[in-house]
């Protein structure tokens, strides 16, 4: 029988695989039912090859209130591969300040003009109108707890920053977080949605509402 040779699914997998179709789908009804906000945590789904990690609603809601506070009015807050955060800052639309949203993943592009497309690999390939020390704080999570990340990410923020700066990485990284961005260690412990397996911490170089 042909039939012999078609690796055939256990009826495990299948129910399996039926079970994450049907979250899929109901997924995507959720998007295109009224009143979906685009602007939600989870819109945009983690892609982990890309070392995507979305932090809790507790913890977005954190920073993106900590951004406001520490830009001040009228002030514009720079969001680097931290895109949960600049999606917490959207959802307070009204607000008196602005965001900008840097990110290697495209999909973010469906922000518009606030999406700025950003390699770390190439810290500085940045759009002429993104002047230096344009944004009144920065807010960046590098996407690798590797030196060589976040000492190219560093190049990034600094260039950005008109001084202040909140970093969030892995507690590994607190001695480099130091030599290449003079933060220092919050008392606040950030939560990610999925927990991930290193310890994650924030940083700041100036005096904030984290502790």
């Keep these: 029988d042909d039939d012999d040779d078609?690796?055939?699914l256990s009826s495990h997998t299948l129910a399996a695989l039926q079970e994450f179709y049907l979250e899929?789908?109901?997924r995507e009804g959720m998007k295109t039912s009224q009143g979906f906000n685009?602007?939600?945590i989870g819109s945009i789904e983690e892609d982990?090859?890309?070392s995507q990690f979305w932090y809790s609603e507790e913890t977005a809601s954190c920073l993106a209130n900590e951004a406001v506070a520490a830009a001040g009015k009228g002030g514009r807050i720079a969001c680097v591969s931290a895109p949960?955060?600049?999606q917490k800052l959207k959802e307070q639309?009204?607000?008196d300040f602005s965001v900008c949203i840097l990110e290697y993943d495209?999909?973010?592009?469906v922000y518009g003009e606030e999406f700025i497309f950003y390699d770390y690999n190439h810290p500085l390939?940045?759009?002429e109108n993104l002047l230096p020390h344009s944004f009144d704080i920065v807010v960046a999570d590098p996407p690798y707890l590797s030196d060589e990340c976040l000492q190219k990410t560093a190049e990034t923020i600094k260039y950005l920053t008109k001084g202040k700066i909140l970093l969030c990485t892995g507690a590994i990284m607190e001695e480099q977080a130091a030599k290449h961005l003079g933060v220092k260690i919050c008392k606040f412990i950030p939560k990610h949605s999925r927990n991930l397996a290193n310890e994650f911490r924030c940083y700041v170089n100036y005096a904030s509402g984290l502790d």
């Design 38 to 40: 685009q602007y939600s």
């Design 84 to 86: 949960s955060v600049y």
């Design 106 to 109: 495209r999909r973010f592009s």
């Design 93 to 95: 639309d009204g607000k």
């Design 48 to 50: 982990w090859q890309l």
């Design 6 to 8: 078609i690796p055939q």
């Design 24 to 26: 899929q789908q109901q």
């Design 125 to 127: 390939n940045l759009p």
